[in-house]
Nanobody, 121 residues
Framework: QVQLVESGGGLVQTGGSLRLSCTAS????????MGWYRQAPGKQRELVAL???????NYKDSVKGRFTISRDNVKNTVNLQMNSLKPEDTAVYYC???????????????WGQGTQVTVSS
């Protein structure tokens, strides 16, 4: 069994900051990419930021320069530091990890339960 547990969402004013964290637990063999996605009401889920196992990063254009993704390969965690938040950043944020377990050695997508981020104007 693998679980991705997120924390750090909440309500913040425009220009404020939040830090999201996600920890993967279970009988994990290795983790490939980790990332954060978000879904606003009435919209499709979209990629916000991605980080490879070697540390290479990729960001949605609208968050470049404001958001920073990082990971700890020992603790199996991924973080998203969000600064200069805007109302359009309001969404449910989901942690994602592409990993394989010791029981099933094919890389598979896993998702967290989601955490709400609300930015008030």
């Amino acid at each position: 069994q693998v679980q991705l547990v997120e924390s750090g969402g909440g309500l913040v004013q425009t220009g404020g900051s939040l830090r999201l964290s996600c920890t993967a637990s279970g009988i994990i063999d290795s983790i490939n990419a980790m990332g954060w996605y978000r879904q606003a009401p009435g919209k499709q889920r979209e990629l916000v930021a991605l980080i490879s196992s070697s540390g290479s990063t990729n960001y949605k254009d609208s968050v470049k320069g404001r958001f920073t993704i990082s990971r700890d390969n020992v603790k199996n965690t991924v973080n998203l530091q969000m600064n200069s938040l805007k109302p359009e950043d309001t969404a449910v944020y989901y942690c994602n990890a592409v990993l394989r377990t010791r029981a099933y050695l094919a890389f598979t997508n896993y998702w967290g339960q989601g955490t709400q981020v609300t930015v008030s104007s």
